[in-house]
């Protein structure tokens, strides 16, 4: 939580968010398995012109596949191979286990 407050400060005193600190609070969220603030925050970057990394949508299909939410991880991952960014080893690990964890193989 205390990320997310942070976040939505350096918003407000316009300190200028940076993929990077985006990409903090969502790994922040992924360690919690808080999948919805990490979407949160992953449109929330999109939405004010902050172009999110891979390594940001990983942590967010990180916390889908944490709480179990492996639809919305592989939606997710398959958004990742549809847009500019480049999926790596992790991505395709969480697309795995995601698979894994819920007995979705087909």
Do not use: K
């Not at 398995?33 to 390594?55: F, K, M, N, Q």
């Not at 940001?56 to 919305?72: H, I, K, L, V």
């Amino acid at each position: 939580q205390r990320s997310l407050d942070l976040l939505g400060q350096m918003i407000r005193t316009r300190v200028g968010p940076s993929t990077i600190a985006f990409g903090a609070a969502i790994h922040a969220c992924s360690r919690a398995a808080r999948w919805e603030p990490a979407l949160a925050i992953l449109c929330l970057a999109g939405a004010i012109g902050v172009r999110p990394d891979t390594s940001g949508c990983n942590a967010a299909m990180t916390a889908c596949e944490r709480s179990r939410q492996w639809q919305r991880a592989l939606l997710l991952f398959d958004t990742l191979q549809l847009s500019c960014l480049r999926t790596d080893v992790f991505s395709y690990s969480v697309a795995i286990s995601s698979c894994c964890v819920t007995a979705e193989w087909g």
